[in-house]
């Protein structure tokens, strides 16, 4: 295992050194609802989030921890070209993208582990909207079981939102974020809905704005803007929508549900946990904190499609169904993205990079992030707090950093 927690950026001052490897904040730089998730505060408050807002926690189980077997070596000199058109390597990168956690796995074992800012193998460290995929998984799991019919209504499990904006979307539509809400993923536009969310989810201060104060209340709330089913449009309130289908199919609470369902199938080391609402309920579009080993061990689940710990966790053909999409409804708001992945999509609550060959991902603001490449048996996990909530450039770059790691793997 490598580590590089005295290794930091130049230019950062000594208070902001300190914040870099996990030292509480000092008493004049005291973090709040108004500032947690900004720079420099976030990158502490990522692996503290129990400190700073209330929790439940996501438990292991009983089991035996699942050992990853190891066969490290070091990737820092792997090189590769930024979008920028400068060459760097990984080591650099790794830096220069304020990671706090990097590891890969190979054929399920570990060729790389680091650690940086602070933090340390069992720190729990929040995956914004990588929780996603996680929520995602359960859904997979309950449709196997028949717990949850895929092509059913949210009204057919959430009755309240019977004659609001999700009323007729089926779970499928939830699942690949293709509903009709209207709903903007703003994250600076104070008018945004997503503003709202924020708020009702105890993560903003509310000031002046007047809306729902609780996840579910903004979710009965919502109106539509568009038929459901036609183009895919990121919108993190589909996972909350899902979460709630799955509470209601179950008759328990989603933490519960993540812990029976997937963590304690996992053997993973350490409880997971995820931050609670005024009413307690979860946040299930980024609201999760695990170690870096064991969303290692969930990507690797995932990896082998589905199947872990001696069980078929997930099944198989919802996991594959992850990495294949639909391009056309992707690009019609994302031709962007397409540009540089043609064959992108979203599937499952998961970033398809490319449909045909099969490779995807996890993504989840301030650089939190899975990649998978089954046909290597490769898959990637980054935990980062970059100061910004989105930066494309940092993104790509990271998909081609993963890119050159696994070539690397595969030669040797």
Not at 170 to 177: G, H, K, P, T, Y
Request: hydrophobic residues 35%; proline residues 5%; glycine residues 8%.
């Amino acid at each position: 295992m490598y580590n590089k927690n005295d290794t930091t950026a130049p230019g950062i001052s000594y208070q902001d050194l300190k914040l870099m490897q996990g030292y509480p904040p000092p008493r004049e730089k005291q973090i709040a609802q108004n500032n947690w998730d900004s720079p420099p505060y976030n990158r502490w408050s990522f692996q503290h989030m129990s400190q700073l807002f209330p929790v439940a926690s996501i438990h292991r189980g009983s089991g035996p921890v699942t050992e990853l077997e190891r066969n490290e070596r070091s990737l820092d000199g792997v090189r590769f070209q930024r979008v920028d058109g400068a060459q760097t390597d990984l080591a650099s990168f790794l830096i220069d993208s304020y990671t706090d956690g990097f590891l890969v796995l190979q054929k399920g074992r570990v060729i790389s582990e680091q650690y940086f800012n602070g933090m340390q193998p069992h720190t729990l460290h929040l995956l914004q909207s990588v929780s996603k995929t996680v929520v995602g998984s359960l859904v997979g799991r309950l449709i196997g079981q028949g717990r949850i019919d895929p092509q059913a209504r949210v009204s057919h499990y959430v009755p309240e939102v019977a004659d609001r904006g999700y009323g007729d979307a089926r779970i499928q539509d939830l699942l690949d974020m293709r509903t009709g809400v209207r709903f903007r993923e703003d994250y600076t536009d104070p008018d945004a809905e997503f503003i709202q969310l924020d708020v009702a989810s105890g993560w903003r201060e509310r000031g002046d704005l007047k809306s729902p104060d609780s996840i579910y209340g903004l979710l009965k709330s919502l109106n539509k803007d568009r038929d459901h089913g036609q183009f895919f449009e990121y919108r993190s309130v589909d996972t909350d929508m899902l979460a709630w289908v799955c509470e209601r199919a179950c008759g328990e609470r989603l933490p519960v549900l993540l812990s029976r369902e997937i963590w304690s199938k996992l053997g993973a080391e350490q409880d997971a946990n995820i931050t609670l609402d005024c009413v307690g309920t979860a946040l299930a579009d980024g609201g999760m904190s695990v170690t870096l080993r064991d969303l290692g061990r969930f990507a690797q689940m995932y990896l082998q499609g589905g199947h872990f710990n001696g069980q078929q966790i997930v099944p198989e053909n919802f996991v594959r169904a992850c990495g294949r999409g639909s391009t056309p409804a992707f690009e019609v708001l994302y031709g962007f993205y397409v540009k540089s992945f043609p064959n992108a999509a979203y599937s499952n609550q998961c970033w398809v990079l490319d449909s045909e060959l099969g490779t995807y991902s996890a993504r989840g603001v301030f650089g939190q992030s899975i990649y998978w490449d089954p046909a290597s048996e490769v898959t990637i996990v980054k935990l980062s707090s970059w100061p910004d909530f989105i930066n494309p450039e940092l993104t790509l770059d990271t998909f081609r950093a993963c890119a050159a790691v696994v070539e690397e793997v595969q030669r040797s």
